[in-house]
């Protein structure tokens, strides 16, 4: 009788870290260079990088780099998060749960529950980046923010060495932003997300793009592919392809003010476009007030503003963080002089 086979133990690659260039690892396309860089594919790499952050710090970590101003030279350490893979893990009788590794692509993931008629995700295809940057900015489009569609996440607590489960409470998300955009950079990585999707799917149309999307009215009521469909078609007019022109995506956030402000606003500017807030503050469309600046479309240097989206900042080829920066710095100036309003950077800003 032979032996049976050995059993053999799963070792993952080990982490070496690396220099290496991440002008093709952040959407803006800005030139970087870092100093040591490792790619994290196994969730048992996970103690090795926390080993590793004792000699190399600070620890920037990495997505899709869809929202992120990297610096010329990064110091430290970066983590590239390339944990793949994703599957159905319970069909509730309200919602399939669906949980996704952070280093998926984010669109990637919309599309196959499109595909399996799991519908929920549908305003947020298109968005660049992956899944484990969503969390970090509560990513939103047309209506629907992550935090509506979230069940919970794992992330690696990298001083500590624990894995932990957050629910979306432990996350603190608001608009475009949670927990992680507050803790000390190089505390928490993400490693899983768990969506929830909702059963019975109804369509979220309130968004004036959406009412207004030929391909949408027609018919009964749209299918989730319609509303996909629809959103990656106005996505596509309005917004620039990264790999295209290098970008990510709105610069800014939209401004919050409180009525008094606002009405103030609208009574000298009476084209101002804003929105209640359920707290009773307004939020207000940051590439109207910019476009309104005279800003569409210009340049500073290297760096411009998108002549369709006010709101995006440009590449358009070679520029650095100092020129996006001065860009943003002119354009958060003439909104200040002009209405009064403080336009905060959305994407993390990273230090060289
Ligand atoms: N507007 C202008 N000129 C411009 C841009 C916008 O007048 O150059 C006006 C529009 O006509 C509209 C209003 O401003 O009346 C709002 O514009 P839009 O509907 O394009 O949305 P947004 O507020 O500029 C937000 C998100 C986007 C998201 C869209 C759709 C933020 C900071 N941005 O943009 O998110 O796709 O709504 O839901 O909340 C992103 O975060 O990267 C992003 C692209």
Redesign the pocket.
């Known amino acids: 009788m032979s032996n049976p086979p050995a059993a053999t133990i799963f070792q993952a690659p080990e982490l070496v870290p690396r220099s290496r260039s991440l002008a093709a690892c952040n959407t803006l396309g800005l030139a970087s260079q870092a100093a040591a860089c490792v790619a994290l594919d196994h969730i048992e790499q996970l103690d090795a990088l926390s080993d590793l952050t004792r000699r190399h710090a600070p620890l920037l970590i990495l997505g899709g780099g869809s929202?992120m101003v990297l610096p010329p030279q990064v110091p430290g350490l970066v983590a590239r998060v390339a944990l793949r893979g994703m599957h159905l893990v319970q069909e509730r009788e309200d919602a399939w749960i669906v949980e996704a590794a952070a280093g998926e692509v984010w669109h990637d993931v919309v599309s196959a529950c499109i595909a399996q008629g799991w519908g929920g995700l549908e305003n947020l295809a298109l968005?660049p980046g992956t899944v484990g940057a969503a969390p970090v900015?509560n990513?939103?489009?047309?209506?629907v923010e992550l935090a509506d569609r979230f069940d919970s996440l794992q992330a690696w607590h990298i001083p500590e060495r624990r894995m932990v489960r957050m629910t979306a409470a432990d996350c603190r998300f608001a608009?475009?932003d949670s927990t992680f955009k507050h803790a000390q950079s190089g505390e928490w990585l993400i490693v899983s997300v768990r969506l929830a999707l909702p059963r019975p799917w109804r369509p979220v149309l309130d968004?004036?793009?959406l009412q207004r999307d030929a391909g949408l009215s027609a018919g009964g009521p749209p299918s989730a592919r319609a509303v996909f469909e629809a959103v990656c078609r106005i996505?596509r007019a309005?917004?620039p392809d990264p790999a295209v022109i290098g970008n990510?995506?709105?610069f800014?956030?939209?401004p919050l003010v409180d009525a008094r402000m606002r009405d103030e606003l609208a009574a000298r500017f009476p084209g101002l476009?804003s929105y209640a807030q359920p707290d009773g503050r307004y939020k207000l469309?940051?590439?109207?007030l910019?476009?309104?600046c005279g800003w569409?479309g210009r340049s500073l240097g290297p760096a411009g503003v998108h002549d369709?989206?006010?709101?995006?900042l440009v590449n358009r080829g070679g520029a650095t963080a100092d020129d996006v920066m001065a860009l943003a710095s002119a354009i958060q100036r003439d909104v200040m002089a002009r209405y009064g309003v403080t336009l905060e950077p959305?994407p993390v800003v990273v230090r060289g």
């Open positions: 929202n968005i900015q990513i939103g489009a047309y209506g608009y475009r968004y004036p793009d996505r309005k917004l990510a995506g709105s800014f956030k939209n476009v469309a940051a590439g109207w910019i476009d309104q569409k369709r989206q006010a709101l995006v959305e």
